[in-house]
């Protein structure tokens, strides 16, 4: 199946982190290619990563790196698709390099930024800009958050039975 949203690691090392994205993509079906690309050990292909994308009809790049994350900022000056960055935990500053590298892109060239480690999120919203053209995605997203609401219910119900120490008991 032709894949609509391109996901670029820096790292095979950032695999274990991405786990989250991998479950959405999967739980939504959408269509989805996974390559490893450094900017930094690689900035050749990286623009030609990039370059191709919207070509080769990707419609939304996720880029996932840590500590001096130029990933997203790269892949965004070389394609006019949206490009999320996932800024990743596991360095010496537990992912705060990596969030301002991602986040503070200059004027022009944006990316849109989650939380550290927020993988999940970014496969979310790279489902919700696909779903702008796919009306069953939308209602397969719209499933999911009937889904969330509905959990919360049920731990509200179970809370309110048993009391709040009762219900960290049961959780523990
Ligand atoms: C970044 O440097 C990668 O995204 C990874 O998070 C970090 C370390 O990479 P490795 O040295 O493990 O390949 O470019």
């Known amino acids: 199946m032709q894949p609509?949203?391109?996901?670029?690691l820096g790292s095979d090392s950032d695999?274990?982190?991405v786990g989250g994205l991998l479950?959405?993509?999967?739980?939504?079906?959408?269509?989805f290619e996974l390559t490893l690309c450094s900017a930094h050990r690689d900035p050749e292909r990286?623009?030609?990563?990039?370059?191709?994308?919207?070509?080769r009809g990707i419609?939304?790049?996720?880029?996932?790196?840590?500590?001096?994350?130029?990933?997203?900022?790269?892949l965004a000056a070389r394609t006019v698709l949206p490009v999320i960055g996932v800024p990743l935990g596991g360095?010496?500053?537990?992912?705060?390099?990596?969030?301002?590298?991602?986040?503070?892109?200059p004027r022009g060239i944006p990316v849109a930024t989650v939380g550290i480690d927020r993988?999940?999120?970014?496969?979310?919203?790279?489902?919700?800009i696909v779903a702008l053209t796919d009306p069953a995605l939308a209602l397969r997203l719209e499933a999911r958050r009937d889904a969330q609401r509905g959990e919360l219910v049920e731990r509200d119900r179970r809370l309110q039975d048993v009391g709040?120490?009762?219900y960290l008991e049961e959780r523990r």
Not at 23 to 31: A, I, K, R
Not at 46 to 55: K, L, W
């Open 23 to 31: 479950s959405v993509f999967e739980e939504l079906e959408v269509p």
């Open 164 to 166: 709040p120490r009762g």
């Open 119 to 128: 993988a999940d999120n970014a496969a979310y919203l790279a489902a919700q």
């Open 46 to 55: 990286t623009a030609r990563v990039a370059a191709e994308a919207g070509p």
């Open 4 to 8: 609509l949203v391109l996901v670029v």
């Open 91 to 105: 360095s010496a500053l537990a992912g705060v390099d990596a969030l301002l590298s991602t986040v503070q892109m």
């Open 59 to 74: 419609r939304v790049v996720i880029a996932a790196a840590g500590m001096a994350a130029h990933l997203a900022g790269a």
């Open 15 to 17: 695999l274990p982190r």
